[in-house]
């Protein structure tokens, strides 16, 4: 089992940056595919982006492609989301996500979650 704690949300002005920090606890980390996901209000949950276990992998959805980088870092059980030339429609709250042997975009494939951190994205 493991426990997400999703950081690093904010206040941004269009075309900043924010790097959001996801910690897992558990000793079996390494075994999880990771991602991230959002979720604007009145709207529902999409993927935003994932990551194989060892960071060979990479998926993100094409409206945050070029502008968003996952990574991970095993040792530290961290992952990680930089987000770049934020526009205000990345505004949502983003969750992180976890699961063993899983390589998908719907949220319905993961089965632990953090709890959320908000990014707003205004001038």
């Known amino acids: 089992q493991v426990q997400l704690v999703e950081s690093g949300g904010g206040l941004v002005q269009p075309g900043g940056s924010l790097r959001l920090s996801c910690a897992a606890s558990?000793?079996?980390?390494?075994?999880?595919?990771m991602g991230w996901f959002r979720q604007a209000p009145g709207k529902e949950r999409e993927f935003v982006a994932t990551i194989s276990w060892s960071s060979g992998s990479t998926y993100y959805a094409d409206s945050v492609k070029g502008r968003f980088t996952i990574s991970r870092d095993n040792a530290k059980n961290m992952v990680y989301l930089q987000m770049n030339s934020l526009k205000p429609e990345d505004t949502a709250v983003y969750y992180c996500?976890?699961?063993?042997?899983?390589?998908?975009?719907?949220?319905?494939?993961?089965?632990?979650w953090g709890q959320g951190t908000q990014v707003t994205v205004s001038s």
């Open positions: 558990g000793r079996t980390f390494r075994r999880y595919t």
């Open positions: 996500a976890a699961d063993v042997a899983v390589w998908g975009t719907s949220p319905d494939e993961y089965h632990y």
